[in-house]
């Protein structure tokens, strides 16, 4: 089920009740103060008009079953606590249910163009590395003796040097504040880790970058006994 950012606005806005809060990680257009309500209520007029397009808003006006339960994938992405950004392509509300073993994915699949879905931390990793087939393909790797400790490195630098690496970007984030900000590169000299907050890079092992990865993923792969979601 493909949403537009508007229908996604207006799902959000119909499940609270108007409140018009920008989603987290997808902000609207910048507008002035004063063309700010009317940019909403474009919004929300074209919004509902892809929802009825998509079968979610009936021949009532009523939202069907299915709306209501993306409402709630909508709701817990956005009041939750932990959430990730990868490659500006997931955007993720992490371990959002009540057990703590699902995210709720906003993925990015073409131009406006959006999926929204509960996933499995897991599902969620190897999602991560399907799009990134380096990830599944090196050798393992030690680090590079030359480059083990974390040093200065701008992103200038980075560009020059490391522009064409196969690369994983992966930010995260706690109560909506940027928390760690990472690149993981295959270059030909080593695996890198690269800080984006800092600018300071250094050298990574093949299990370290896994470890990583795995955290600021927030993966939890032991078996969930009882699932309370949504």
């Not at 929300?44 to 397009?53: A, Y």
């Not at 995210?103 to 969620?124: L, T």
């Not at 196969?166 to 080593?190: E, F, I, M, W």
Request: with cysteine; proline share 5%; hydrophobic share 35%.
């Amino acid at each position: 089920m493909i949403f537009t950012l508007e229908s996604l606005y207006a799902l959000h806005m119909l499940n609270f009740d108007g409140y018009s809060e920008e989603l987290f990680l997808l902000p609207l257009p910048k507008a002035a103060d004063e063309e700010k309500a009317v940019q909403l209520k474009q919004i929300l007029e074209q919004g509902v008009s892809d929802l009825k397009n998509m079968g979610l808003i009936d021949e009532n006006n009523e939202p069907t079953t299915a709306c209501l339960a993306k409402g709630v994938y909508l709701q817990k992405y956005q009041e939750a606590y932990s959430h990730c950004e990868v490659d500006d392509r997931y955007y993720c509300a992490q371990l959002a249910d009540s057990n703590r073993w699902y995210h709720i994915v906003i993925e990015k699949v073409g131009e406006n163009a959006y999926r929204i879905d509960r996933i499995h931390s897991f599902q969620f990793l190897g999602m991560t590395i399907q799009g990134h087939p380096f990830l599944s393909q090196i050798p393992e790797r030690e680090i590079n003796p030359a480059a083990p400790d974390w040093q200065s490195y701008s992103e200038e630098r980075l560009i020059i040097y490391y522009g064409k690496a196969p690369a994983l970007r992966v930010t995260s984030y706690s109560g909506q504040s940027r928390s760690k900000d990472y690149l993981y590169l295959n270059a030909p000299s080593s695996l890198y880790q690269y800080d984006v907050l800092e600018q300071r890079i250094r050298s990574i092992s093949t299990d370290g970058m896994k470890k990583e990865i795995i955290n600021q993923l927030k993966v939890r792969i032991q078996p969930c006994q009882r699932l309370v979601f949504p």
